[in-house]
């Protein structure tokens, strides 16, 4: 048993660079190593939803895709976490969905990037290594890994094979043959388009006819391997429309884990739709639309990718190198409305994303994306949408 848990957290940090912290229980202090995560907060008392442990010890896999362990020592009056670590190399796309997870206020931006950077890239199963080496050493008790996550790396080739060949068989003595061949094509070309109108009409018109065949001995894990399918074919087709590998490859990691959290087949259908049209939809986005020059489009990205800061018309303009008064008026003469409008659209739509998808308070919404105060992100949400920010909130949690 570790009787100093605060030096050990600081020479484990000291050591291995990779973040920790402990949670007393009877105090409800929280320290952090590095300070930076103490001090904006993401290892509080109030953590997100997804901080949710059921063994020990446990790990969960936030939204930006980091991994976060947990230990519980008791009878010692302690809690040990590890993370967040990622086991791809940091970027900006990972830097604000990390922010924007757990709305850290902008003033913190290059502290945070400078502790992505410090921290090491670490596969999946080494940090699960770590953190039954951790549990080893804070409640003297070993586990076995496979064991306890549930890992399963057990050789079944062999058993895939015999049972293939039997489903072939059997599919050719009841003349009953998978007819999704041209669907697929049509499918994922639609989704490379970004054709979100094509792509619908397409799943209407075929929703009876084609074959998915059997992939599971029971309706939940059938319509979840359905939707694995359908993901790898979705991301594929996006990332060959034009969409950010990496932000495919991360959205695909949250939509998976959200369906294998779920227990409700009509859920995971639903999601499957969602998921292929969210990404058809983002596609759509990075094809300059007809009549819209490329310098136009390029302003709509550079807002769409800095609305968690306070961006100015100054900062568009500088962007692509032009003058303010230059992009002002390209923007007014093919859109119809000034930049400046369409900074605060952008920012009200993401506000209402998170006040749907997240149980984020107004104020740290209001922080993160730049409001000069929460009231006044109360008073534009309802000049804009009809209904403050809470009762937009409160519509969308009675409609799930």
Partial sequence: MVKNIHEFCHLFYNSTSIPIGYYIVSSGQTCCFPPILSDTSVFSASYPEFM????????TVSQSF?????IDTAPADYLVFIGPV???PNSDFTLRNFMKE????????????QFLLNSPSISFERFLQILAWLFLCLNDKEININEHFHQDNADKIHELS???AQQVYEAKERENYHNSWHFEQKFMQYIRDGNKQKLDELLVSTASSVSEGTLADNALRQRKNVFIITLALVMR???????????AYQLADIYTQDCERSQDVTYVSNLTYTMTMDFTERVSQTKIPKGMSQEVFDCIQFIRNHINTPIQVNDVAESIGKSRSYVSGKFKSELGFDISSFIMRCKLEEARSLLASSDKSLSEISTYLCFSSQSYFQNVFKKKYGETPKQYRDRMRQMR
């Fill in 66 to 70: 980091s991994y976060i362990g947990y």
């Fill in 52 to 59: 949710q442990f059921s063994r020990n010890p446990d790990y």
């Fill in 86 to 88: 990622f086991s791809v």
């Fill in 237 to 247: 087709s996006a990332i060959a429309g034009g969409m950010d590998m990496e932000q």
């Fill in 102 to 113: 757990w709305a850290i206020s902008l003033e913190y931006r290059e502290e945070i990037s």
């Fill in 162 to 164: 015999r049972l293939h």
